[in-house]
Structures are given as structure tokens and as C-alpha cells.
């Protein structure tokens, strides 16, 4: 490939260095001289550096460069490396010092990888120290301890010629007990980019700065009206705060000239976190409490991205290789990467205030196959981000092309060089291995420039989710880089747009060509099958909605994140969540549904039927389609016939209940099926199977029951005429009782209140008190309490009064 075969381009140099350089040369031909008539001390020193290689002692010093400033020196500057040197060996060093060595110019950019590879190899070439006065000293190392070093020289010193890549060493010399002479113990190779003056032409460098994370958000929503989010966790509240990752990507990224690729659901994230939202613990959630962190995060992005280019990926980042491999022959996966590029302008520009380009698609790692690139433009991005280590050069190119190729279609790709995209990837935790990336992230940069005299356009593709330490490496090379004098900055548009080299490969690999260990990472394709099955719950679920916005928004997300590239090596994770995702909607679809029915009897040849609909959702449902059908319709008809359809709506938090007339024609048991159907006819939701029981009441039965309701009427008229007859019967015996005895008053001349007899009325009533007080008398006349009895009269009874 071209970046392996590099091509040896020159640049010319400053007529007073190339004298500078000369003049060096030509002082040191009689040291050269004397080295050719002292074959002894040279064989010496031969046999000491083979002696030094075979020792034990070789290598138990570990060095480390933590600082190399400035990365890139011009003339005038002085360089100053710091570090520490650490004895690891078995035996305590002495008279030891720390030197620095300048090897010869790297040419090309495979070189640079090799000493990069063997960077603390003492087998290989080690150049002379700089000059002994450029040292630090140690009376001793012990074993075990680290010693710091700090070292500065003036590039003066250094002596450096043609502008290009220099090997830059740091190394550790002493003694120890086993071979007291000095040797190198140890030593730390890296890089010294060399550019004093500008460099004509400069590369046109494309640096993305992505702003991509994981899932945060589950597809369940609150049930009151700002459907309150939920969080799985806090993990995003964490990435945001300040020293948190997200948080450092955006105060690294401010400063830099760069292209901002972001994730719309990271934005719509922390956007929802701005207000109340909810964090599941368990199986509860808890109320969020990062608005305040989430705000200023926003606040800060937005200043960042102002007047800045901001390309957009789809919603969720969709892993598009996943896609093509095990997805597209699954009905409906293409349209969720087509709704999740259309989300796009509803997310970003809402959010950012800055208008966002959708024409770039960026697989994972830059890997790009037929398969892949079909898919990728399927929803409207005409150019996809791919990878020098992907979209390979032949041999015969012995320099790296510019990005652009057209690849046919209408379609771009944005070729990143691989060696400066993967430049921050590993442990960069110490800051010896960030010094490292940097110093080398550099020497490639130039090293590239310097291949031929024309100006071509680079693009820097790094990692998706650099971690904190990748992140400051990645800024320090690039402030670097764009205060240099070889590159200047181009946004990825412009890059896009360049003129294409004739000579790049516009060949895209074939699907079998894509690396296995990226393929054995990807989706399967029982994700998409899991993915098209929660949508078509969905589909029929939002169709018996009056609001549906309510669930199809919430879920439309939730399954374009089912896709993301964030997946990849986290294959339980991703199943979980599908699973919560599909658990959900299930849940949801099971709020509305009929309420089950036990056995029912039926008595006669007609009757009513109910059948509930329940709706524990909060908004309301319908129109839904309720069919009864009777499963031996000889037996029950439903209406006339085997079934009757009737519409039903049902408000949020009430249940309706639908009745259906039936008919039966004979005795016995049929079953009956109530299910609920969507107005396109598709079911929804379980039937519910129950029994009726039909009893046929025949014409005797009926003649029966009528002759012994006939018996009961007229017994009850006989009951009441016997007592009205009883009642007149005491009633006339009471009357003849008292015309008796007012006869018998006339006859003794007892008459009541007689003037003319007075002593008669004082008679009667001396003898009235004997009278009551004496037994009762069959002539006695009955008592007459009618006027003052206040009781009720008997049932059936008349009362004269």
C-alpha cells in the first residue's frame, strides 16, 4: 500500500544550514580518520556494545520521556525533555547519567513506524550522545526507585540539518557490580519534527473531533403530560461534569480548529437531563438531580461549535456495517436508518444553533466494503468517511493520495490517513506514552508532507469515544500540528470537495475483505429480527392511540439506538436492552385489552351479551373493532349470524362495555371468541374464549309455571275475602250488642243524664265501677278504640273510620 512505500521527496534547505552542515562535515574528517587508522579502539568499542547487549544488566533501565517541549522546534527555541529513568535490574547502578542522542533524518513514514515499534530496543542502532554537558548525573540507582531528569538544549546545539524527521533518544549510562564500565542500560527513542521555515506548499489537514457516546436513555417516559424521561443510569451525568470525558472533549475541542462530528442522541440526551427527569435503581427510578451540570455543559458546546463546522451523524451513530452484513434481509431495518437520519434537523440545529451537514457517513474504523457503502447512502449521505487501511493503495504509489476518491454513484469517499487516525488509541494514561503518540502523531505529519512537492488534503478519522487521556494527547499534537509550519487546517467539506489524485484507488473492497476481527463485534442478525418485531408492536400499537407522538417518538429512538455502533463488544448489554425496549411496549399494549369472561348461561332463545374493553392507559383509545364470533353458530348466533363487529373507543382509565344480541337454536354449550382488531383488520391484543350455556324453556314448562302462578293469585283472593267476611261478622255483632242493652236501659227507667231523675244517673254510675272492675260478661259491648288506635291497618285490610 502507498503509506508502506514511501516516497523519498526532498525539500530544499536554507543556504546558511546546508553551509552550517558542510562546515560540520568537513571538521570531523580527520576524527573519521583517525577512527579508520585505530581499528583496535574501534574493535573495542564494538566488543563493549556486543558485551553491553549480552549483559543481564542490558535493559533493566527503563526510561521514560514525560515531556518533550517544544514538540516541534524552530530556530532560536531550546528543547527540554524531562522524565524519569527507573532501575529495575536485580543491582544498584552507579555513575550513571542520563544523555540525549540525535539520529539521522527518518526519510520515510515506514521508518518512523519501525523505530516507534523498537523505540526501547537496545539492538538496534544507537546514535552518539549530543555532548556531555547536556546530561544528568546519578551517583547511584536502586533498584526499584525512579529518578527524575530534566535536560534543555538549545536547537543551535542539536545541529540539525535538512528540514524532515529526526530519531530523538534519551538515554541511561552507568556501571553496576557484575561489569563495572559504562554502557547503555537503557534508553526511550522517539521523534524531532524539524521544519524551521514554512513549508511551500503546506498540507491541507481535516482533523474530526468527535462527540459520541453510549446509550443513556431507556424508551420508558413518565405518564404525565412532559412524559419525564428515564435514564438507565448516571453515567452520562458523570461524562458531562467537570474532568468528566464529554466535558474535556469540549474544553480541548473549543480551541482547536476542527470539524465537530456529533451523535444527535448524546445531544438529545443531555438536553432531557436538563429538566426533570428520572434514573432507574432497580426496579423503581429516582428523581435526576444534574440539570445544573447538563446546562452548562450545553452552554459550553454550543460557544465551542459557534461559527464552527458540525457534521452530523445519524441518530444513535447506527452501526452501518452491522447493518449491511446481517440486517438489510430483514423487512424494515433500512427504513430505521432512514428515520434516524431524518431526526437530524429536529436535534442538532434546535440544540447547537449551528446547521449541521448530514452528507457524511462514517463507519466503524473507516472499514468499508460494497455492502457497506450501499447501505451508508441508502438514506442520503452521498459521501462516506473511510480509512486508508481499509480502501488500500496499491504498491506502485509511493506517497499517500489526497482523501477524495469518487467510488461511482455519485458517491465520495473521505479516505483518513490510518497512521494519524490511530495515532491515540491504547493507554495514554502516562505521560510518557502521551508524549510518545504525540512526538510520533508529528513525525508522520511531516514525514508525509515532505513525500512530494504538491499539496494534497488529509483527514484525520481518530476513535469514536477517545477517553480523557486520548483526548489531551489528541489536543496537544493537534495545537501542535496547527501552530506548525508544514499543515494548515481545512474543514471536511472542503476536503470532501478537493480534486481527486488520478493515481488513488477508488476500488471499494469486497464484503469478504472486511477484517474479521471488526466482523466478529457486530450485531447479529437475531438483533434485527428483535428490532423489526418491537416495531411491528409498535405499529399496530399506535394506531388504536389518539395521541400516538406520546409512544411512537419514545420508542422510534429507542429503536434507533438498538443499532448503535456502541453495541460492538458489549453483546449482553445490547440484549438487555432490546429486551427492556420490547418488555416495555408489551407492557403498554397490554393496558388496552377485554377483560376476561367466565362461563355464561343463557335462558331462552335470546339474550344480551357484554363484553368489556379496558383502557389503563392515560390517554384515550380507539376506534378499535370488538368481534364476537361463535364457534358453532347451529347452536348460538351472534346477531343472526357467526359474528358481529361493533366499533369501540375507550377514554384513558375507564373500561366500555359492548353488548351483543345472540339467538340460540338449540340446547347445550358453545363457545364464544371476543377479539379486538384495528380498524385495518389486523388483531390486537389475546382473544378471550369463553363458554355459553343455553337452556331452552319449552311451552309446558311455560303452562307449568303459568297454572302455578294462577294457583298463588286466587289462593290470595280467597285469604283476603275470608277475613273481610270475618271482619263484617264482628263488626254486625258488636251493632246487635249494643241495640240490646239501650232496649234494657228503657225498660228499668235507667236512662243517661235524666233531669227528671237524677237519683237513676247517680245509680248508673255507682254501678259502674263494679261493672269494670268485674268479670267481663258475654253481653258487655266490645271496646270502641277505633278513633284512637294511631297503628296502621293490616295488608289487604279496609279501615272504616
Given at each position: 500500500?502507498?503509506?508502506?512505500?514511501?516516497?523519498?521527496?526532498?525539500?530544499?534547505?536554507?543556504?546558511?544550514?546546508?553551509?552550517?552542515?558542510?562546515?560540520?562535515?568537513?571538521?570531523?574528517?580527520?576524527?573519521?580518520?583517525?577512527?579508520?587508522?585505530?581499528?583496535?579502539?574501534?574493535?573495542?568499542?564494538?566488543?563493549?556494545?556486543?558485551?553491553?547487549?549480552?549483559?543481564?544488566?542490558?535493559?533493566?533501565?527503563?526510561?521514560?520521556?514525560?515531556?518533550?517541549?517544544?514538540?516541534?522546534?524552530?530556530?532560536?527555541?531550546?528543547?527540554?525533555?524531562?522524565?524519569?529513568?527507573?532501575?529495575?535490574?536485580?543491582?544498584?547502578?552507579?555513575?550513571?547519567?542520563?544523555?540525549?542522542?540525535?539520529?539521522?533524518?527518518?526519510?520515510?513514514?515506514?521508518?518512523?513506524?519501525?523505530?516507534?515499534?523498537?523505540?526501547?530496543?537496545?539492538?538496534?542502532?544507537?546514535?552518539?550522545?549530543?555532548?556531555?554537558?547536556?546530561?544528568?548525573?546519578?551517583?547511584?540507582?536502586?533498584?526499584?526507585?525512579?529518578?527524575?531528569?530534566?535536560?534543555?538544549?538549545?536547537?543551535?546545539?542539536?545541529?540539525?540539518?535538512?528540514?524532515?524527521?529526526?530519531?530523538?533518544?534519551?538515554?541511561?549510562?552507568?556501571?553496576?557490580?557484575?561489569?563495572?564500565?559504562?554502557?547503555?542500560?537503557?534508553?526511550?527513542?522517539?521523534?524531532?519534527?524539524?521544519?524551521?521555515?514554512?513549508?511551500?506548499?503546506?498540507?491541507?489537514?481535516?482533523?474530526?473531533?468527535?462527540?459520541?457516546?453510549?446509550?443513556?436513555?431507556?424508551?420508558?417516559?413518565?405518564?404525565?403530560?412532559?412524559?419525564?424521561?428515564?435514564?438507565?443510569?448516571?453515567?452520562?451525568?458523570?461524562?458531562?461534569?467537570?474532568?468528566?470525558?464529554?466535558?474535556?472533549?469540549?474544553?480541548?475541542?473549543?480551541?482547536?480548529?476542527v470539524t465537530w462530528v456529533v451523535d444527535p442522541d448524546l445531544l438529545a440526551s443531555v438536553d432531557a437531563m436538563t429538566g426533570s427527569y428520572r434514573v432507574r435503581d432497580g426496579d423503581t427510578t429516582t428523581a435526576g438531580t444534574h440539570q445544573a451540570v447538563a446546562k452548562q455543559w450545553l452552554a459550553e458546546l454550543q460557544d465551542a461549535v459557534a461559527d464552527k463546522e458540525v457534521v452530523a451523524l445519524p441518530f444513535a451513530?447506527?452501526?452501518?456495517?452491522?447493518?449491511?452484513?446481517?440486517?438489510?434481509?430483514?423487512?424494515?431495518?433500512?427504513?430505521?436508518?432512514?428515520?434516524?437520519?431524518?431526526?437530524?434537523?429536529?436535534?442538532?440545529?434546535?440544540?447547537?444553533?449551528?446547521?449541521?451537514?448530514?452528507?457524511?457517513?462514517?463507519?466503524?474504523?473507516?472499514?468499508?466494503?460494497?455492502?457497506?457503502?450501499?447501505?451508508?447512502?441508502?438514506?442520503?449521505?452521498?459521501?462516506?468517511?473511510?480509512?486508508?487501511?481499509?480502501?488500500?493503495?496499491?504498491?506502485?504509489?509511493?506517497?499517500?493520495?489526497?482523501?477524495?476518491?469518487?467510488?461511482?454513484?455519485?458517491?465520495?469517499?473521505?479516505?483518513?490517513?490510518?497512521?494519524l487516525s490511530t495515532a491515540f488509541e491504547g493507554d495514554l494514561t502516562r505521560a510518557s506514552a502521551s508524549t510518545l503518540a504525540v512526538q510520533r502523531f508529528l513525525a508522520q505529519s511531516l514525514a508525509l508532507g515532505q513525500q512530494t512537492g504538491t499539496q494534497r488534503s488529509i483527514v484525520i478519522a481518530p476513535q469514536r469515544t477517545p477517553s480523557g487521556s486520548q483526548a489531551r494527547a489528541m489536543a496537544e499534537a493537534l495545537?501542535?500540528?496547527?501552530?506548525?509550519?508544514?499543515?494548515?487546517?481545512?474543514?471536511?467539506?472542503?476536503?470532501?470537495?478537493?480534486?481527486?489524485?488520478?493515481?488513488?484507488?477508488?476500488?471499494?473492497?469486497?464484503?469478504?475483505?472486511?477484517?474479521?476481527?471488526?466482523?466478529?463485534?457486530?450485531?447479529?442478525?437475531?438483533?434485527?429480527?428483535?428490532?423489526?418485531?418491537?416495531?411491528?408492536?409498535?405499529?399496530?400499537?399506535?394506531?388504536?392511540?389518539?395521541?400516538?407522538?406520546?409512544?411512537?417518538?419514545?420508542?422510534?429512538?429507542?429503536?434507533?439506538?438498538?443499532?448503535?455502533?456502541?453495541?460492538?463488544?458489549?453483546?449482553?448489554?445490547?440484549?438487555?436492552?432490546?429486551?427492556?425496549?420490547?418488555?416495555?411496549?408489551?407492557?403498554?399494549?397490554?393496558?388496552?385489552?377485554?377483560?376476561?369472561?367466565?362461563?355464561?348461561?343463557?335462558?331462552?332463545?335470546?339474550?344480551?351479551?357484554?363484553?368489556?374493553?379496558?383502557?389503563?392507559?392515560?390517554?384515550?383509545?380507539?376506534?378499535?373493532?370488538?368481534?364476537?364470533?361463535?364457534?358453532?353458530?347451529?347452536?348460538?348466533?351472534?346477531?343472526?349470524?357467526?359474528?358481529?363487529?361493533?366499533?369501540?373507543?375507550?377514554?384513558?382509565?375507564?373500561?366500555?362495555?359492548?353488548?351483543?344480541?345472540?339467538?340460540?337454536?338449540?340446547?347445550?354449550?358453545?363457545?364464544?371468541?371476543?377479539?379486538?382488531?384495528?380498524?385495518?383488520?389486523?388483531?390486537?391484543?389475546?382473544?378471550?374464549?369463553?363458554?355459553?350455556?343455553?337452556?331452552?324453556?319449552?311451552?309446558?314448562?311455560?303452562?307449568?309455571?303459568?297454572?302455578?302462578?294462577?294457583?298463588?293469585?286466587?289462593?290470595?283472593?280467597?285469604?283476603?275475602?275470608?277475613?273481610?267476611?270475618?271482619?263484617?261478622r264482628e263488626a254486625d255483632g258488636a251493632s246487635g250488642e249494643a241495640q240490646e242493652d239501650e232496649n234494657s236501659d228503657a225498660i228499668s227507667g235507667d236512662g243517661p243524664e235524666n233531669p227528671k231523675d237524677p237519683e237513676g244517673r247517680l245509680k248508673k254510675e255507682s254501678e259502674a265501677p263494679h261493672r269494670a272492675g268485674g268479670p267481663e260478661q258475654p253481653s258487655d259491648p266490645a271496646a270502641d278504640t277505633a278513633a284512637?288506635?294511631?297503628?296502621?291497618?293490616?295488608?289487604?285490610?279496609?279501615?272504616?273510620?
Amino acid at each position: 500500500m502507498a503509506e508502506a512505500a514511501d516516497f523519498q521527496g526532498t525539500s530544499p534547505s536554507p543556504a546558511r544550514r546546508w553551509l552550517r552542515r558542510t562546515t560540520a562535515l568537513i571538521a570531523g574528517a580527520p576524527l573519521l580518520a583517525g577512527l579508520v587508522q585505530l581499528p583496535t579502539a574501534g574493535t573495542a568499542q564494538a566488543d563493549g556494545q556486543s558485551s553491553a547487549k549480552a549483559d543481564s544488566d542490558s535493559g533493566s533501565v527503563a526510561v521514560a520521556v514525560d515531556s518533550l517541549t517544544p514538540s516541534a522546534p524552530t530556530e532560536g527555541d531550546t528543547v527540554t525533555v524531562s522524565g524519569t529513568v527507573t532501575n529495575n535490574g536485580k543491582r544498584t547502578v552507579t555513575d550513571a547519567h542520563v544523555g540525549l542522542r540525535l539520529g539521522a533524518e527518518v526519510n520515510t513514514r515506514s521508518a518512523v513506524d519501525r523505530i516507534a515499534k523498537n523505540s526501547d530496543d537496545l539492538n538496534d542502532a544507537i546514535a552518539p550522545e549530543i555532548d556531555d554537558k547536556y546530561t544528568e548525573k546519578f551517583s547511584k540507582l536502586t533498584p526499584g526507585v525512579a529518578e527524575h531528569f530534566n535536560i534543555s538544549v538549545p536547537v543551535d546545539d542539536l545541529d540539525l540539518g535538512d528540514d524532515g524527521v529526526y530519531e530523538f533518544a534519551v538515554s541511561l549510562s552507568g556501571e553496576t557490580s557484575a561489569q563495572p564500565w559504562e554502557r547503555i542500560l537503557g534508553i526511550q527513542r522517539t521523534f524531532l519534527p524539524w521544519q524551521p521555515e514554512a513549508a511551500a506548499p503546506r498540507t491541507k489537514t481535516t482533523a474530526l473531533w468527535p462527540l459520541v457516546s453510549t446509550t443513556h436513555m431507556a424508551a420508558e417516559t413518565g405518564p404525565n403530560e412532559e412524559q419525564t424521561p428515564v435514564f438507565l443510569n448516571e453515567d452520562l451525568a458523570k461524562e458531562i461534569s467537570p474532568g468528566g470525558r464529554l466535558d474535556q472533549m469540549v474544553t480541548l475541542g473549543k480551541d482547536l480548529d476542527v470539524t465537530w462530528v456529533v451523535d444527535p442522541d448524546l445531544l438529545a440526551s443531555v438536553d432531557a437531563m436538563t429538566g426533570s427527569y428520572r434514573v432507574r435503581d432497580g426496579d423503581t427510578t429516582t428523581a435526576g438531580t444534574h440539570q445544573a451540570v447538563a446546562k452548562q455543559w450545553l452552554a459550553e458546546l454550543q460557544d465551542a461549535v459557534a461559527d464552527k463546522e458540525v457534521v452530523a451523524l445519524p441518530f444513535a451513530d447506527p452501526d452501518l456495517a452491522s447493518l449491511a452484513h446481517n440486517g438489510t434481509d430483514v423487512t424494515g431495518s433500512l427504513s430505521q436508518l432512514k428515520d434516524a437520519t431524518d431526526v437530524i434537523t429536529n436535534t442538532v440545529e434546535p440544540i447547537l444553533h449551528v446547521k449541521p451537514s448530514t452528507d457524511f457517513a462514517w463507519p466503524v474504523n473507516g472499514a468499508v466494503d460494497r455492502s457497506i457503502v450501499k447501505v451508508a447512502t441508502s438514506a442520503g449521505a452521498d459521501k462516506v468517511i473511510a480509512r486508508s487501511d481499509s480502501l488500500q493503495e496499491t504498491d506502485d504509489l509511493q506517497y499517500t493520495p489526497s482523501a477524495a476518491r469518487p467510488i461511482g454513484g455519485g458517491t465520495t469517499a473521505v479516505v483518513a490517513d490510518a497512521r494519524l487516525s490511530t495515532a491515540f488509541e491504547g493507554d495514554l494514561t502516562r505521560a510518557s506514552a502521551s508524549t510518545l503518540a504525540v512526538q510520533r502523531f508529528l513525525a508522520q505529519s511531516l514525514a508525509l508532507g515532505q513525500q512530494t512537492g504538491t499539496q494534497r488534503s488529509i483527514v484525520i478519522a481518530p476513535q469514536r469515544t477517545p477517553s480523557g487521556s486520548q483526548a489531551r494527547a489528541m489536543a496537544e499534537a493537534l495545537r501542535a500540528l496547527q501552530g506548525g509550519t508544514w499543515s494548515e487546517s481545512q474543514k471536511l467539506a472542503a476536503a470532501a470537495a478537493a480534486k481527486p489524485d488520478p493515481d488513488a484507488t477508488t476500488k471499494v473492497p469486497s464484503t469478504s475483505s472486511y477484517p474479521a476481527s471488526l466482523r466478529k463485534k457486530e450485531l447479529p442478525r437475531s438483533a434485527f429480527v428483535q428490532i423489526a418485531q418491537t416495531q411491528d408492536k409498535l405499529a399496530k400499537f399506535q394506531v388504536v392511540l389518539s395521541n400516538p407522538s406520546r409512544v411512537v417518538t419514545p420508542f422510534g429512538r429507542a429503536l434507533n439506538r438498538e443499532m448503535s455502533v456502541s453495541w460492538r463488544g458489549r453483546t449482553a448489554e445490547a440484549e438487555s436492552f432490546r429486551a427492556g425496549v420490547q418488555s416495555y411496549l408489551d407492557g403498554l399494549t397490554g393496558r388496552v385489552g377485554l377483560i376476561d369472561k367466565s362461563e355464561t348461561k343463557l335462558s331462552g332463545r335470546s339474550a344480551t351479551i357484554p363484553v368489556t374493553v379496558q383502557n389503563n392507559l392515560v390517554q384515550d383509545v380507539g376506534p378499535l373493532v370488538l368481534r364476537l364470533t361463535s364457534t358453532n353458530p347451529t347452536r348460538l348466533e351472534i346477531d343472526g349470524a357467526a359474528y358481529q363487529e361493533q366499533p369501540v373507543s375507550v377514554s384513558g382509565g375507564h373500561s366500555q362495555s359492548v353488548k351483543f344480541t345472540t339467538s340460540a337454536n338449540a340446547n347445550g354449550r358453545a363457545t364464544v371468541i371476543a377479539q379486538l382488531y384495528t380498524m385495518d383488520g389486523r388483531k390486537y391484543g389475546d382473544a378471550v374464549t369463553f363458554d355459553v350455556k343455553v337452556t331452552e324453556i319449552t311451552a309446558t314448562v311455560m303452562l307449568v309455571i303459568g297454572g302455578g302462578v294462577l294457583l298463588l293469585v286466587l289462593a290470595g283472593f280467597r285469604m283476603y275475602t275470608q277475613r273481610k267476611r270475618a271482619a263484617a261478622r264482628e263488626a254486625d255483632g258488636a251493632s246487635g250488642e249494643a241495640q240490646e242493652d239501650e232496649n234494657s236501659d228503657a225498660i228499668s227507667g235507667d236512662g243517661p243524664e235524666n233531669p227528671k231523675d237524677p237519683e237513676g244517673r247517680l245509680k248508673k254510675e255507682s254501678e259502674a265501677p263494679h261493672r269494670a272492675g268485674g268479670p267481663e260478661q258475654p253481653s258487655d259491648p266490645a271496646a270502641d278504640t277505633a278513633a284512637e288506635n294511631g297503628d296502621p291497618s293490616g295488608t289487604g285490610e279496609r279501615v272504616d273510620r
